[in-house]
Every structure is written in structure tokens, then in C-alpha cells.
Antibody, heavy 121, light 108 residues
Framework: QVTLRESGPALVKPTQTLTLTCTVS??????????VSWIRQPPGKAPEWLAR???????HYSTSLKTRLTISKDTSKNQVVLTVTNMDPVDTGTYYC?????????????WGQGTLVTVSS | SYELTQPPSVSVSPGQTARITCSGD??????AYWYQQKSGQAPVLVIY???KRPSGIPERFSGSSSGTMATLTISGAQLEDEADYYC???????????FGGGTKLTVL
């Protein structure tokens, strides 16, 4: 059974760095063909894809946010970590991690339940 | 940047057919994917690669794509199908992976 669970702070201050962890079960983040993405969703708005890391450690970033994002994985813990620097109130929203299947384009077939992050002083 | 355009809302009576469209210039060459999101929950994949249905998704959900428009069809919509629906795809370069603005489906 594939499950993903996001964890991290619920509240961050403007200019701070956000670090989120996605803990995966039911598949290995290092197994051939396995990818994990981060997606966020501001309240009342559409989801926005942020970043993806592949089984071979290849990394992909949103063009509009790539200067602020870093994605990495810890294969010993089967976790994927996302950092977002210089947080701003507009970054408030629910952050999801999702298993990503290679396609045209790659798509998200299993999602975590999400974690709400609020940016406020 | 790249955009996928969806109608903000669609309303049908129970048992009727609901159709939700998604328009994008790259859809002739890129697949469309559809996600259902009920209030307070994570999105769920209901259609992938234009018209394929994941395991566990009811047969009343179907998808199609022609030219620059993809369509999600719910045949015989039920009250439990009330949700926001998002299409997802990418531009021709693959650099911009985007979700549509979402369509709120009301079944009443």
C-alpha cells in the first residue's frame, strides 16, 4: 500500500526557510522509475507543482521558483525533503508530496494528505 | 508561461451527465490528467493519459481529448461526485507543468 506523509512546521515567519519532509511507504524512493514531487495549493486556489526528484537523483524545479527551492532525498529513511527559502505570506498554503509516474508529462498518482503552512509574523 | 483553461463551475442534476472541459495549446501533443478534490481532502487521480481510468475509479468517469481540448465526462453524476476538478498537463517544451484553474461541480 502506497502512502506518503508530509511533516514540517505549521507556521513560519517571513524571510525564514521552510523545510518539509515527505515520509514514504509502499515503495522505495531509490527504486528504478520512482519519483516524488512536491505540490502546493494556496487556500481556495489551484494546485501548483514545485519540484520533483527521481530515483537516480535527477531533480526538476518550477521555473518560477527554482531559485528558492531545493529537493533532496534520504534513501536510508525513504524520505524526500523540500526546502523553500525566503518565505513570504503569498507562500501560505497546503503543501503536498506525491508519487510521480513517468509520462508525457509525468503525473501524480498517489498524494499525501498535505500539511498546511502559514507564513506570518 | 502556460495556461490550462477550465470553466469555473458546472452544475447538473443527479443522474445527468456532467462534462468539464480543459483547453490548452499543447494538448494535441501532451496528455491531460484529471484530479478530483473534495473539500478538505487531497486531490485524487481520476483520469490519466487523456482517457485511462485508475483502479478503483468508477466507470462513470471517462476522459477524451481532441485538438486543444480535453474533456472529463461523468455519466450519471451522483451526489458524491460534488468536488473541484482540476486538469493537469504541460507545455510543448515540458518546462511548465501546470494545473487548470479548477471547475466546481455541483450535483443537485
Amino acid at each position: 500500500q502506497v502512502t506518503l506523509r508530509e511533516s514540517g512546521p505549521a507556521l513560519v515567519k517571513p524571510t525564514q526557510t521552510l523545510t518539509l519532509t515527505c515520509t514514504v511507504s509502499g515503495f522505495s524512493v531509490s527504486a528504478h522509475g520512482m519519483c516524488v514531487s512536491w505540490i502546493r495549493q494556496p487556500p481556495g486556489k489551484a494546485p501548483e507543482w514545485l519540484a520533483r526528484i527521481d530515483w537516480d537523483d535527477d531533480k526538476h524545479y518550477s521555473t518560477s521558483l527554482k531559485t528558492r527551492l531545493t529537493i533532496s532525498k534520504d534513501t536510508s529513511k525513504n524520505q524526500v525533503v523540500l526546502t523553500v527559502t525566503n518565505m513570504d505570506p503569498v507562500d501560505t498554503g497546503t503543501y503536498y508530496c506525491a508519487r510521480t509516474t513517468v509520462g508525457i508529462p509525468a503525473y501524480f498518482d498517489f498524494w499525501g494528505q498535505g500539511t498546511l503552512v502559514t507564513v506570518s509574523s | 508561461s502556460y495556461e490550462l483553461t477550465q470553466p469555473p463551475s458546472v452544475s447538473v442534476s443527479p443522474g445527468q451527465t456532467a462534462r468539464i472541459t480543459c483547453s490548452g495549446d499543447a494538448l494535441p501533443k501532451k496528455f491531460a490528467y484529471w484530479y478530483q478534490q473534495k473539500s478538505g481532502q487531497a486531490p485524487v487521480l481520476v483520469i490519466y493519459e487523456d482517457s485511462k481510468r485508475p483502479s478503483g475509479i468508477p466507470e462513470r468517469f471517462s476522459g477524451s481529448s481532441s485538438g486543444t481540448m480535453a474533456t472529463l465526462t461523468i455519466s450519471g453524476a451522483q451526489l458524491e461526485d460534488e468536488a473541484d476538478y482540476y486538469c493537469y498537463s504541460t507545455d510543448n517544451s515540458g518546462d511548465h507543468r501546470v494545473f487548470g484553474g479548477g471547475t466546481k461541480l455541483t450535483v443537485l
